[in-house]
């Protein structure tokens, strides 16, 4: 009873001193959201006059903004405007809101309200789509969870606070495709249902939006990752898009061209498919050689020196110059263990592979093109316990390749082969996987 009384007694104290409603652990849940304070407050009071009721803040589920009241300094003028996100009592499961609030004299004002359909509120982004030198705001909407969501541009201009667009999407970027120094926004849309996979690219004169362009994409893909802003090896500027098919993963390049948006990886002549670029789906371009351009990984056929048949791949690092694809690195990947070897010239063509997954060792053999026969070993690459490896006292013949947590990448090589590796040359060749472009 005392130990009751004294809880009792604490959170009548708590709430005697702070003022605080009761509110839930989940703030998507908050009807009453708790009073902020310092520069936030009277950014919240000026939503509370605004929306006279209960609301629900809504916080993005991915993207760099996070917050359920982001700010942006649109103009550059040194003062940011906020913009709330948030769902009313009223219409909590059907509608969502962003609302614009600006600094106006001594305090903040709410300047506009926009509703959609929706149900929450995937990312926020700001570009300057007109160049005008202030940003619009890019909001992508939840409309059916993940499944359908709705890209929205706003504008903000000289207090009034507008939509410019709506449009159904799957991924967007902000880039200049056309040259012309001034952003366009590249919306992609996949529908798995129907089998359609397009993409738009929108130009914006003053707060008009125009299409000026459109092309498909393989309509067999099931998922497609957010587009990632690179470059064609001819330093134009281009959009890749990495997409997963029933069966492994492909890549296709958007670039604007002659007034039109081309996909020249798509086989329009047969199958409506990007199959040029196919390997393992757990594969996606990066900048391979740190050029600052994106390499495609594209697979090709490699011995399968157990005899087994289960089909391996060299994963060729390709760059693309709008037309064709040149290779710029070959490597062998092993995803499961977050390893690749770089292929040296002089082995390139002439390995064969034993894949032992359960040991997490991958054997390279010298492989005889003409004959089509497995010769002796060149290396051995292998996945231990940094336990057992630092513990083992006789290393003879076997030497770390690299570490990460608490495994050791370990090496040895082979000596009668017809081609030999040394030691050095096997830690040349040694990758670990780094992260991956962000996405």
Known sequence: ????????????????????????????????????????????????????????????????????????????????????????????????????????????????????????????????????????????????????????????????????????????????????????????????????????????????????????????????????????????????????????????VLFYDGGELKNPLLDTENTYESNRTLRAASINCRDIDGDGILEIPVATALPNAAGTEELLYYTNWCAFDGQKLATRRITVVNSVDGYYLEIPDNLAGRLAVIKDTDNHRRVLYYYDKETETVGSRIATVAVVSAEDFDSTEDKSGVFELGRSGKSVFVGSVGTAAKVTIDEAQLKDMFKINTPEVKR
Request: some cysteine; overall charge negative; glycine content about 10%.
């Open 1 to 252: 009873m005392k130990r009751l009384a004294a809880i009792t007694a604490l959170a009548v104290l708590c709430l005697t001193l702070s003022g605080c409603r009761f509110f839930t652990v989940d703030t998507e849940e908050l009807m009453f959201p708790p009073e902020i304070s310092g520069d936030m407050y009277p950014i919240s009071k000026a939503l509370s006059k605004s929306v006279k009721g209960e609301y629900r803040l809504k916080y993005p589920s991915s993207g760099d903004q996070r917050s359920a009241i982001v700010l942006e300094d649109l103009d550059g003028d040194g003062t940011r405007e906020a913009f709330a996100f948030y769902s009313t009592a009223d219409d909590e499961m059907t509608n969502m809101h962003i609302n614009a609030i600006c600094e106006q004299g001594d305090g903040y004002t709410s300047v506009g309200d926009q509703s959609i359909v929706a149900g929450g509120v995937e990312r926020v982004d700001f570009c300057d789509l007109n160049g005008d030198g202030t940003k619009e705001i890019l909001v992508g909407w939840e409309v059916y969870g993940l499944s359908e969501k709705q890209l929205c541009v706003y504008a903000l201009d000289d207090g009034t606070f507008s939509q410019l667009i709506s449009e159904k999407y799957s991924g967007y970027i902000c880039c200049d495709l056309s040259g012309n120094g001034k952003n366009e926004l590249l919306v992609h849309l996949l529908n798995t249902v129907d089998a359609v996979n397009t993409a738009s690219l929108y130009s914006f004169s003053k707060n008009t939006p125009a299409k000026i362009g459109s092309c498909v994409l393989d309509g067999t893909v099931k998922t497609v990752s957010n587009p990632v802003l690179s470059t064609l090896s001819t330093g134009q500027t281009a959009v890749y898009l990495d997409e997963i098919k029933g069966a492994g993963a492909v890549t296709e």
